[in-house]
């Protein structure tokens, strides 16, 4: 059985990073054929097509950190959807501060009429949601 380790030392291989970067970047191209097709298939393929591609390439990533701070609730919602842990060390930063008192970050007061108008990522993560909707759980 592969260790964590070993699949890390695999997925660093160059041949293999450039691969997981060429298939996202195709899933990215396919993603508005596939969004055509009736249902919602096309924003699972650009969310997964996004993922490989940040996860390989360094320049995507620094256009991903500039992308959230010139659209910082636009940047919640991606994390939010990528699931990513840090997201949720920040929102618990940011709940925190809120409950305190404190005033908003320069991240948060920087939003616009626009941003104020759109909704905020929800609370929990997907998975949490689906957790409190099985039977015996104490939320039911």
Known sequence: MIDRSQWKRWLNHPIVNWTIFVLGVILLLLAPVVGA????GGIFVLALGLAMV?????????????FKKWQPKAGRWTDWGMRRRSALR??????????????????????GKMAAMVPGP?????????????????GN
């Open 37 to 40: 097709l009736p249902g919602p």
């Open 54 to 66: 940040l996860r390989t390439s360094g320049w995507a990533r620094r256009r991903y950190v500039a």
């Open 90 to 111: 920040r929102e618990a930063i940011r709940k925190e501060r809120k409950e305190l008192g404190c005033p908003p970050s320069a991240d948060e007061a920087d939003e």
């Open 122 to 138: 929800p609370d929990r993560l997907p998975e949490d949601l689906l957790k409190s909707r099985e039977p015996g759980h104490p």
